[in-house]
């Protein structure tokens, strides 16, 4: 079973800094796409930052050149550094994994979320 543990939310202020990490634990042996989506009460769970194939990002214009997002491939986990927070960023943030584990196959793996509050 993959089991994806995030760690690094809290409470930053308006400009401040903090780090998420995700690490995925279990069998994978092909990540097709790793990274973050984030969910604001009320609203719809939305990308912020992804890998694909290891290689090409994919980041939502509104944390563009705030946020960037990295990969550890020895350990399976990726990284969210997030700068010059603002209030809107405030949201659940979700780990997200598309992985090929053996006998089961290619799946999508969520983590429980992690919540990051940025006060103004």
């Known amino acids: 079973q993959v089991r994806l543990v995030e760690s690094g939310g809290g409470l930053a202020e308006t400009g401040g800094s903090l780090r998420l990490s995700c690490a995925a634990s279990?069998?994978?042996?092909?990540?097709?796409?790793m990274g973050w989506y984030r969910q604001a009460p009320g609203k719809q769970r939305d990308l912020v930052a992804v890998?694909?194939?290891?290689?090409?990002?994919d980041i939502a214009d509104s944390v563009k050149g705030r946020f960037i997002i990295s990969k550890n491939n020895h350990n399976n986990a990726v990284y969210l550094q997030m700068n010059s927070l603002k209030p809107e960023d405030t949201a659940v943030y979700y780990c997200h994994f598309d992985a090929y584990v053996p006998g089961v196959g290619r799946r999508e793996f969520w983590g429980e979320g992690t919540q990051v509050t940025v006060s103004s």
């Open positions: 890998i694909k194939s290891g290689i090409a990002t």
């Open positions: 279990g069998r994978i042996t092909l990540t097709y796409v």
